[in-house]
Each structure stands twice: as structure tokens, then as C-alpha cells.
């Protein structure tokens, strides 16, 4: 059992015989009346976000997670074929299990996998990749005293944008939270 006022973003719990995510919190004191927590917690299975109220210092149920270490192989189908770093068992994932991050998934890239009650609920990337860009168009000459940007696909079928001087063959580094580019390496 964990305090709401512990609450962290990312924090996993079991609630409504449900696995939910923390997404925001905020702790409130009104000037008049009992302290409380509001939330926004994301269901870890369908992905739906929901609001709650708690009272300040209320017990919930902190869900375990195993964080398994694993290789991304290759794409077979519509599936991820995954290895597991201690056993070398292979698994399939479905896309909806690698969610958001399977724009930047690159052969033999190691992740983290994170397994509940022994399901898989998700995959946790690298913050930050280095990637290839296969595809921008070329810098244009003369409106680039404010900087500017212009759209590059990478090598994983990403799409993210650049600054005027990244061309085709460039290796780039990419923060996978937010989409953005962050330096040529």
C-alpha cells in the first residue's frame, strides 16, 4: 500500500481490479476543508485516462512490475519478435503492447519490458536514440536567419523535425518522449 501523497508520474497501481498509471497529480489545500489529490491516472490495458479525487493521506494499492531486459530482433508480420536478455526465450509483441514507442524500435535494440502477474502491460525505450535520417528535402537557400526546421523521416519510419543544415545519411539523436530532434551526432 502506498500514500496518495506519495504519488509519482509513472507510478503503477491496482486499482478497480485494474492496472493504472499515473499521468498528473496535484496535491490541494483549500483554505477551507481537508486536504486532497487530484489525479489523471491512464488504465494500463485499454489505455483509457480517467480523473480521480482521494483524500489527502489515503492508502491505495501500489502495483509490482517486473522490468525484464530484452533485445529487439525483428518484425515479423504485424508482431515484434523480442529476446530476453537471461533466458535468450523469444516472445511476440503486439503493436498495441509496444504502444507509442514503435517508431523508434531498431533492430537489436535493447528495452526494457514490463511484465505484470507475468503479462506483458508495455515497453519502456531508451530515452534518447540515434537514428538515420533516409529522407528530407534539401536546405533552401535564404529565410534561415530565425532557424526553421523541415521534416526528415529516419531509418524507423519516424518522422521528426530538423534543422535546415541535417541531410540525407545524417545520424541524428532524437528524444522519443517528445518527438523532437536533439543533435547530430
Known amino acids: 500500500m502506498i500514500s496518495v501523497n506519495d504519488f509519482k508520474t509513472g507510478l503503477t497501481l491496482q486499482l478497480d481490479n485494474g492496472l493504472w498509471s ?8 483549500p483554505g477551507k476543508g481537508a486536504a486532497f489529490v487530484r ?3 491512464k488504465n494500463v490495458e485499454t489505455g483509457q485516462v480517467v480523473e480521480k479525487t482521494f483524500r489527502a493521506g489515503e ?3 501500489k502495483a509490482t512490475l517486473d522490468r525484464r531486459e ?3 530482433l525483428y518484425k515479423e508480420g504485424k508482431d515484434f519478435v523480442m529476446m530476453d536478455n537471461e533466458s535468450y526465450e523469444q516472445m511476440q509483441l503486439s503493436e498495441a503492447q509496444v504502444g507509442s514507442g514503435v517508431k523508434y524500435l531498431k533492430e537489436n535494440m535493447v528495452i526494457q519490458v514490463l511484465m505484470h502477474d507475468g503479462n ?8 534518447h536514440v540515434e537514428l538515420e535520417v533516409v529522407d528530407t528535402p534539401p536546405a533552401e537557400k535564404g529565410n534561415t536567419a530565425q532557424g526553421g526546421t523541415k521534416p526528415a ?3 524507423t519510419g519516424a518522422v521528426v523535425n530538423v ?3 541535417v541531410s540525407n545519411g545524417d545520424v541524428i539523436r532524437v528524444d522519443t518522449r517528445s518527438n523532437e530532434y536533439l543533435d547530430r551526432c
Not at 22 to 29: D, G, I, R
Open 22 to 29: 499515473v499521468v498528473e497529480f496535484l496535491h490541494v489545500k
Open 39 to 41: 489525479s489523471k491516472l
Open 59 to 61: 492508502k491505495v494499492a
Open 70 to 72: 530484452m533485445q529487439y
Open 120 to 127: 506483458i502491460i508495455g515497453i519502456d525505450i531508451p530515452s
Open 153 to 155: 523521416t529516419l531509418e
Open 163 to 165: 534543422p535546415f543544415f
